[in-house]
Every structure is written in C-alpha cells, then in structure tokens.
C-alpha cells in the first residue's frame, strides 16, 4: 500500500503549497485507481497500481502524438507535463543489459526455447518488470531471444 499513500500524501502537499497543475494529476491517478478497485471489487497492491499508472503514461503519450500531428502544441505540452508528474511514481527504468539479464533468468528458469514459449515467458517477465521496463521493448527482446523475430 506505499504507493497509494504516497500518492494521498502528496496530493496533501499540493493542495497546502497550491500546486494545482500536481494536484489535479495525482487526483486523476487516484480516481482511476478508486475506479479500478470498485470495477474489481479489489484493493489494488503496488504492482497493479504500477500497472494503472503505465496505462495512464501510455495514454498520455498517444495524445501527445495525436496533438503534434495536428499542430496542437499548447494540449501536447499539458499531456508531457502530466506524463512528468505520473512518471516521478514510477520506479526507475531498466536499461536494456538489465532488461536481458532478466530475460535470460526467466528464460533458465522456465525452460523456454522457441517462439511457441514466448506467452509463458512474459507472463514470467511482467510481473517482475512492471514499471520498469516498456513491456513493448521487453516482447521485442524476448522474440528475439526466442528466435522469433
């Protein structure tokens, strides 16, 4: 439960230093996590809100590229400077050496060998590298490792 009260306790620091750009963006984190454990009927722990905060990032960034293929700088900007705020909750990111090793170890631990144990690896890996690593990077790698791309 560490992330969630660190979100609560510093949508409280934004609201006594005024930050209200902050505080609206942690506010949004918290509803779609409320939201998600109402849907679910679950209290959500650090992974699956990691997993709700990757989600808002990637949505954050499909809009920027929507809004700077059509010109629309000044909606571009409020979405990175979103993407900034929902990113400081994020662990830091693996590089890509971290992102073999990682790979290698599930691949040791469950035996894979050919692209038909590609689903099995990453139901291994996504747990392990959530927040971490962009799961689309992570597949990428893992074909590759597999043979398969």
Request: no cysteine; hydrophobic share 45%; proline share 2%.
């Amino acid at each position: 439960m560490a992330l969630k009260q660190q979100l609560t306790d510093d949508m409280k620091a934004a609201m006594k230093a005024g930050d209200k750009s902050r505080l609206g963006v942690i506010r949004l984190v918290n509803a779609a996590i409320k939201q998600k454990e109402v849907d679910e009927r679950i209290v959500l722990d650090d992974a699956q809100v990691l997993a709700v905060l990757e989600k808002m990032l990637k949505q954050r960034r499909d809009s920027v590229s929507q809004f700077d293929a059509a010109g629309r700088r000044d909606l571009a900007d409020i979405e990175r400077a979103e993407m900034a705020v929902i990113e400081s909750y994020l662990p830091a990111k693996l590089d890509e050496a971290a992102i073999r090793a990682a790979i290698d170890a599930a691949v040791a631990e469950t035996g894979a060998s050919g692209p038909a144990d590609m689903g099995k690896l990453m139901g291994v890996l996504k747990p392990r590298l959530a927040g971490q690593a962009d799961m689309g990077q992570v597949s990428a790698l893992v074909k590759q490792t597999l043979g398969g791309g």
